[in-house]
């Protein structure tokens, strides 16, 4: 019986157009290309868990609108398991890209149904979060909820892995008593902690700190260098395998799906952590967010050779 991961998060459509360059404050410039694209954070993540193995469900909330129907539509066609994914009126998430030949980007996010993913919305699917081996959750929802799910993911005694993306602040004090992994990349986990992220060294005494404050173990990932696994007893760094990087949207999502499914298949953290990686470099080799995210098959092969 594949692993069951609960993923309780945000889903947007990317509405993603490409010009030579970025317009700057009341320029018209024509574009060159457009692409719609299912993405958000949370999505990205059940995507990344089910195409990795686990048995997957989903707790958002979409508008009733076409993009609501494609985001739904995208996530039953990876079998992820779509009862908690809650229609509510109005829009659904967007994401407005503009990427120029440089491919540096300018992003305008409207949260849309996102931001109406309420606790009694969440609590309305207790027995999804009760049937979960691991439950993850982003920042890309309302905090008061993300809050209600760490707690109520501990009250449960499940494994919660917290991915604190976007942040641009420190958390909540008392939800790291709540969270099993904590999982920043270098600029939220300079974010979190209020020290620079910038070398290994610097990485262990962030770590350092969000352990101090109550995390159960931290992983921070540092792209091409790896990830920083620390646990309060031991400090361990993971190199990255070495790959031609072509575009590094959602790789970070992809890791973080990678470990919950290694994680909640029985793998130990150690295996989880590498089996993550080993995922996270194979998207970066591929353009786009859910489109690059490989499958479990894909992360063998690699493995093997």
Not at 157 to 167: S, Y
Request: with cysteine.
């Amino acid at each position: 019986m594949p692993a069951k991961v609960v993923v309780v998060g945000s889903l947007n459509m990317d509405l993603v157009t490409r010009a030579q360059r970025l317009p700057r404050a009341g320029e018209t410039l024509h574009g060159e290309s457009f692409a719609t694209v299912s993405g958000g954070k949370g999505a990205n993540q059940a995507v990344a868990s089910a195409r990795l193995g686990a048995q997957v469900s989903m707790i958002g909330c979409v508008g009733e609108d076409a993009y609501g129907e494609q985001l739904r539509a995208a996530l039953q066609a990876e079998q992820i398991d779509c009862q908690a994914l809650t229609s509510v009126e109005g829009s659904s998430g967007v994401a407005l890209i503009v990427v120029d030949d440089n491919s540096q980007n300018a992003i305008v996010i409207v949260a849309g149904a996102n931001g109406l993913l309420t606790p009694d919305v969440v609590a309305g699917f207790d027995t999804v979060l009760m049937a979960a081996d691991v439950i993850i959750c982003q920042l890309e929802v309302p905090m008061q909820t993300v809050g209600y799910v760490l707690t109520r993911g501990r009250e449960l005694g499940k494994t919660v892995i917290l991915n604190p993306a976007p942040a641009t602040s420190p958390l909540p004090a008392d939800w790291y008593s709540s969270i099993d992994y904590l999982i920043p990349n270098e600029s939220e986990a300079s974010a979190l902690s209020g020290l620079p992220v910038d070398s290994l060294e610097s990485a262990e005494l962030a770590a350092s700190r969000l352990i101090a404050a109550g995390a159960g173990k931290v992983i921070i990932t540092l792209g091409p260098q790896g990830s920083l696994f620390a646990s309060g007893q031991s400090v361990e760094h993971f190199p990255a395998p070495k790959v031609k990087a072509v575009d590094t949207t959602a790789a970070g999502d992809t890791f973080v799906g990678g470990f919950a499914a290694a994680l909640a298949s029985g793998k130990s953290e150690a295996e989880a952590i590498r089996f993550g990686q080993v995922a996270a470099a194979l998207s970066v080799t591929r353009a786009g967010a859910q489109p690059s995210i490989p499958s479990l098959s894909d992360v063998q092969a690699f493995k093997a050779s």
